[in-house]
């Protein structure tokens, strides 16, 4: 309550209004939680399993006209929940921990086989390429068509556009995000500490991310953990789009992308970190492509339904369709998203339920890197603006690059 300034509630149901969850689930309610804190005391709140039904999705505080960071208060509930043994339900049948506890290990170290062929990068290098758990879950999940290792493999290909070789790291872990919201406190620090020490190794001045979720955490979490990293955190999409701008391109490749799609903004990346025009720009420069919005976007897009894999319901399935029809709507052959999460989460609602329409999903980076290799050669559009100076500066010419 205190840390949240959870006080200045003014009891008028914003919060619950918003709230995809709530819509479908009378049970759950933010304005009431925060009111049986202020009435009943913590402890009520803290052992109610309605906790973990939360999405994190941060659009009661986009709305909230008392500023409450009602996410936050939350999560520390969670937190003083874990310390009475209080957990959600891990969805996922447990794998999900079990590969978080894998990298926890001291002698983890992951192999850099998750690369592939035709992307090239360094052991040290002004610029940093974080993957995250996207090998992993490229793994878990590749049943529903999930390509996690691909679009890591197409992440590291755009920087190679741009022309930098980033660095990649054996002793990279997981970045904490699902741990951080579900009140993991000791993992979230230990996963910060390794992370940053790992990245700091190969002397990268700049660390860029393609998951959302791994950018809040190196951008918003971890300077209250660790204290100054000594690298800038970058998020992919904005990088390519101010290359793009400065490059004056009017287009990226040639038109071999006739279609129709719609965009999904992550909230971690629409509501956390404002980043909501690049992606819409990076789309309108591939030739050949139409990008039609859905009703909600942008801050006030809908949640992808679920969150830290914890406590998927059907409840959480129904925000899923209602996004997925939303979706078709738009008359949009393709579902475009910048994060993993949304990509898995639709994809597995896609297969699930009964939804009248054919919908594919795919993620933006994938769709820029083939649009960028499509490029004819010798015409210069492969690559927008390729560096000189600056961090990651001339990498692509100045040394022996290992594939």
């Known amino acids: 309550i205190d840390k949240t300034k959870a006080y200045y509630c003014l009891d008028c149901g914003i919060c619950t209004g918003s709230c995809p969850v709530s819509r479908l689930d009378p049970n759950y309610s ?19 399993p309605e906790i973990w039904s939360c ?5 009661c505080n986009l709305r909230c006209p008392s500023t409450v960071d009602y996410t936050a208060f939350l999560r520390e509930a969670r937190s003083r929940a874990r310390e009475l043994g209080e957990t959600g339900l891990c969805t996922h049948a447990e794998k999900i921990d079990a590969f978080l506890d ?37 793994v878990i999940f590749r049943e529903i068509g999930f390509e996690g290792s691909a679009i890591g493999q197409a992440a ?38 390794r992370n940053v020490a790992a990245i700091r190794q190969t002397g990268a001045r700049r660390v860029v991310f393609s998951c959302p979720e791994c950018y809040y955490m190196f951008k918003q979490v971890y300077p209250e953990i660790v204290g100054k990293l000594g690298f800038e955190p970058v998020f992919l999409l904005t990088l390519v789009a101010e290359r793009l701008a400065d490059a004056k ?42 990008l039609a919005e859905m009703t909600r976007a942008g801050r006030d897009a809908l949640c992808c339904g679920s969150s830290s894999w914890v406590s998927c319901s059907r409840v959480n399935k129904k925000i899923q369709v209602e996004r997925l029809t939303e979706a078709l709507a738009t008359g949009a052959q393709t579902l475009v998203t910048a994060c993993p999460k949304c990509n898995i989460h639709l994809r597995c609602a896609l297969r699930d339920q009964d939804i009248a329409g054919t919908l594919e999903i795919t993620d933006l980076v994938l769709l820029l890197a083939r649009s960028m290799e499509a490029a004819p050669e010798g015409s210069g559009s492969a690559k927008i603006g390729s560096e000189t100076g600056g961090p990651g500066g001339g ?9």
């Not at 999405?55 to 659009?59: E, F, K, P, Q």
């Not at 990498?395 to 594939?403: D, G, L, S, Y």
Request: hydrophobic letters at 40%; charged letters at 25%; proline letters at 5%.
């Open 156 to 193: 590291v290909r755009l920087l190679n556009s741009l022309g930098i070789v980033p660095a990649i790291g054996e002793a990279e872990v997981c970045c904490g995000h699902d741990a951080y919201w579900t009140g993991e406190v000791d993992r979230v620090r230990d996963l910060a500490r």
């Open 55 to 59: 999405l994190t999705c941060g659009t």
């Open 249 to 290: 391109r009017g287009g990226l490749g040639r038109g071999t992308m006739e279609a129709k799609v719609t965009y999904q903004d992550p909230c971690r990346l629409a509501r956390f970190d404002q980043v909501i025009a690049e992606p819409r720009a990076l789309l309108g420069a591939i030739p050949g492509l139409e």
């Open 102 to 138: 894998l990298q926890l290990l001291p002698t983890y170290r992951r192999p850099a086989s998750w690369l592939g062929r035709g992307a090239k990068v360094r052991k040290r290098s002004d610029t940093y390429y974080f993957a995250g758990c996207l090998p992993f879950l490229g």
């Open 30 to 48: 933010p304005r009431l939680t925060v009111e049986r804190a202020l009435v009943l005391g913590e402890g009520d709140v803290v052992c109610d």
């Open 395 to 403: 990498e692509a010419k100045a040394a022996k690059a290992k594939t």
